[in-house]
Nanobody
Framework: QVHLVESGGGLAQPGGSLRLSCAASGRMLRINDMGWYRQAPGKQRELVASITKFGTRNYADFVKDRFTISRDNAENTVYLQMNSLKPDETAVYYC????????????????WGQGTQVTVSS
């Protein structure tokens, strides 16, 4: 029911910046938490940053002070501004959202985007 489309990935030089976007569409009740994960070749998928419906942000230690997650609730979109990128941050970045299963419920269902490739190289 919910479809996520990521954009903004690509090639960046070390120390450069990229801004990722993830737009949710379809029939939704209310998007709860939203987040970004990444998976490098041969590595496990890991949380990069998340943001609650109230705007509370959580960051992995390795991106704190360099990345900023934000959301536009009116457009059902979450962003990840990535600054001072490092080569070891080359990975596929995935958007993840949680939507309520029914009105008035605190149960959520998670949805994943298809991923967008981020390559940091000179």
């Amino acid at each position: 029911q919910v479809h996520l489309v990521e954009s903004g990935g690509g090639l960046a030089q070390p120390g450069g910046s990229l801004r990722l976007s993830c737009a949710a569409s379809g029939r939704m009740l209310r998007i709860n938490d939203m987040g970004w994960y990444r998976q490098a070749p041969g590595k496990q998928r890991e949380l990069v940053a998340s943001i609650t419906k109230f705007g509370t942000r959580n960051y992995a230690d390795f991106v704190k002070d360099r990345f900023t997650i934000s959301r536009d609730n009116a457009e059902n979109t979450v962003y990840l501004q990535m600054n001072s990128l490092k080569p070891d941050e080359t990975a596929v970045y995935y958007c993840h959202i949680e939507d309520l299963t029914n009105p008035g419920s605190n149960r959520v269902k998670g949805y994943w985007g298809q991923g967008t490739q981020v390559t940091v190289s000179s």
